[in-house]
């Protein structure tokens, strides 16, 4: 999870209240706003193949304005990002909830192909 509070020691420009490393990618986001998202699933399981699914995009974001984490508890996932305004605050969440959406989508998808339920290739043309 993301922790908003400034690394211990430092004394870089960049260090003081409400500073904190980007996630060891050289930049720092002065942390002004911070946001929390659960989803809760039917298994940990699919919570795992969700979280595993987004967390790798942690690093591949650009945005030197915020960052996020991705962490797993059972089967509640939670994403934390933080960011230097409400502006980059509102731009981090969405791009989180839209990769939290396709991850289920997916997972979804695989789900049902598992349990061969839609199993035939699609067409796209309605037959």
């Known amino acids: 999870m993301v922790d908003p509070t400034p690394p211990a ?5 960049a260090d003081g209240p409400g500073a904190a490393d980007a996630g060891g990618r050289g930049l720092t986001v002065d942390v002004e706003h911070a946001l929390t998202v659960e989803f809760e699933y039917a298994t940990e399981r699919r919570a795992r193949t969700v979280a595993d699914s987004i967390r790798v995009e942690t690093d591949e974001v650009p945005d030197d304005r915020s960052r996020a984490s991705v962490g797993c508890d059972g089967r509640v996932v939670a994403v934390d990002v933080v960011a230097a305004d409400l502006v980059a605050l509102r731009a981090g969440a969405n791009t989180w909830l839209r990769l939290v959406g396709v991850a289920e989508d997916v997972a979804s ?3 049902e192909r598992r349990a061969g339920v839609g199993s035939g290739p699609s067409r796209g043309d309605g037959g």
């Open 109 to 111: 998808a695989a789900a």
């Open 9 to 13: 020691g430092g004394g870089g420009a």
